[in-house]
């Protein structure tokens, strides 16, 4: 496994898939239906990943070239506080929890 920070220039398709998967396989832990997901136009995940979109970061869980698990940091407003994240819209495929 490989995590790292995802970048909208090369983890964008397997960002909305993911995304897009993780309201089907637990569609109790996520605001969105599939349906609002899946229909969100492509530009909404590039600017989520771009930072574009507000104090957060999408970091991402590889195994091998498959994006099996995603993570998000909300980085704290406050100027005073602005080194703390909080972690959210956390999933991870099926097949690749527990590992």
């Known amino acids: 496994m490989k995590i790292r920070k995802l970048d909208a220039s090369i983890d964008l398709e397997a960002f909305k898939s993911i995304r897009v998967e993780s309201t089907v396989d637990a569609p ?3 605001r969105a239906t599939e349906d609002e997901m899946s229909s ?3 530009e909404t995940f590039r600017k989520q990943l771009s930072g574009e ?5 999408f970091i991402g869980s590889y195994d091998e070239n498959e994006l099996v698990g995603v993570a998000a940091l909300y980085w704290d ?5 602005s080194h703390k ?3 959210g ?8 929890r527990g590992k």
């Not at 979109?53 to 970061?57: E, H, I, P, V, Y």
């Not at 407003?77 to 506080?81: D, E, H, M, R, Y």
């Open 85 to 87: 994240a909080t972690v």
């Open 28 to 30: 109790e832990s996520f």
């Open 77 to 81: 407003k406050s100027q005073k506080l």
């Open 40 to 42: 969100e136009p492509i």
């Open 53 to 57: 979109a507000g104090r957060m970061t």
């Open 89 to 96: 819209s956390v999933f991870v495929t099926r097949t690749n």
